[in-house]
């Protein structure tokens, strides 16, 4: 069973930035590709990023991309995606999940982390 933990959300002016983190157990991490998702109140839930097994590769969703990078430490087995330039509309729960597959496709992700809520006020 693997277990994911979020961790960094809050509250920040727009502009600001916020790092959260996917503290991941249970497994070894470098066997899955990581991804994080976000879904705002009233929304489907929806792709914002991933990264492959060893971090070579990274994609991102269209409204994110140049503000924010994900990124991995397999020794640490931790994730993180890093968000700059935040804008009221990135304001969201943010998911991080773990899967075989390397997709965007949320129902291909395995297992998923409780959620960590990002507010941002203008």
């Known amino acids: 069973q693997v277990q994911l933990l979020e961790s960094g959300g809050g509250l920040v002016q727009a502009g600001g930035s916020l790092r959260l983190s996917c503290a991941v157990s249970?497994?070894?991490?470098?066997?899955?590709?990581m991804g994080w998702f976000r879904q705002a109140p009233g929304k489907e839930r929806e792709f914002v990023a991933r990264?492959?097994?060893?971090?070579?590769?990274?994609y991102y969703v269209d409204s994110v991309k140049g503000r924010f990078t994900i990124s991995r430490d397999n020794a640490k087995n931790t994730g993180y995606l890093q968000m700059n330039s935040l804008k009221p509309e990135d304001t969201a729960v943010y998911y991080c999940?773990?899967?075989?597959?390397?997709?965007?496709?949320?129902?291909?992700?395995?297992?998923w982390g409780q959620g960590t809520q990002v507010t941002v006020s203008s």
């Open positions: 990264i492959t097994r060893s971090g070579t590769a990274t």
């Open positions: 249970g497994r070894t991490f470098s066997r899955y590709v």
């Open positions: 999940a773990a899967g075989t597959v390397d997709t965007g496709l949320r129902r291909l992700y395995d297992y």
